[in-house]
Nanobody, 117 residues
Framework: QVQLVESGGGLVQAGGSLRLSCAAS????????MGWFRQAPGKGREFVAA????????NYADPVKGRFTVSRDNAKNTVYLQMNVLHPEDTALYFC??????????WGQGTQVTVSS
C-alpha cells in the first residue's frame, strides 16, 4: 500500500515562506503526476500545483503563480512545494496527491499551513 506523508507545515507571518515535502513509499513505475491541493476552513478542496513525474512539467493555480514552486526528487520519491510571499488567504490544510497511469489517485493526510496577518 502506497503512503504519502507530508511535512513542513506551520505558522508563518504574511510575506514569509514555507517549504512542504511529501514522501511517497512504494513503487514509482505507475506514477504519472504528484502535486498539491489545499482546503481552507469552510471551503472545498482546490488544486494548487502539480509536476509530471517523468518530464518535470509543472502546472499551477492562478492564485499561486509566481509565488509557489513545485518540484520533485525522483530518487527520493518526494515532491516539494516552496511557498514564498505567503498571504493570509493561503491558510489551509495542504494535501499531497499522486495520480497513477491507471487513473486512480492517492492522498496524503494533510499538513496545516497558517499565515498570520
Amino acid at each position: 500500500q502506497v503512503q504519502l506523508v507530508e511535512s513542513g507545515g506551520g505558522l508563518v507571518q504574511a510575506g514569509g515562506s514555507l517549504r512542504l515535502s511529501c514522501a511517497a513509499s512504494g513503487r514509482t513505475f505507475s506514477r504519472r503526476t504528484m502535486g498539491w491541493f489545499r482546503q481552507a476552513p469552510g471551503k472545498g478542496r482546490e488544486f494548487v500545483a502539480a509536476v509530471n513525474w517523468n518530464s518535470g512539467t509543472t502546472n499551477y493555480a492562478d492564485p499561486v503563480k509566481g509565488r509557489f514552486t513545485v518540484s520533485r526528487d525522483n530518487a527520493k520519491n518526494t515532491v516539494y512545494l516552496q511557498m514564498n510571499v505567503l498571504h493570509p488567504e493561503d491558510t489551509a490544510l495542504y494535501f499531497c496527491y499522486e495520480d497513477l497511469v491507471t487513473g486512480s489517485r492517492n492522498w496524503g493526510q494533510g499538513t496545516q499551513v497558517t499565515v498570520s496577518s
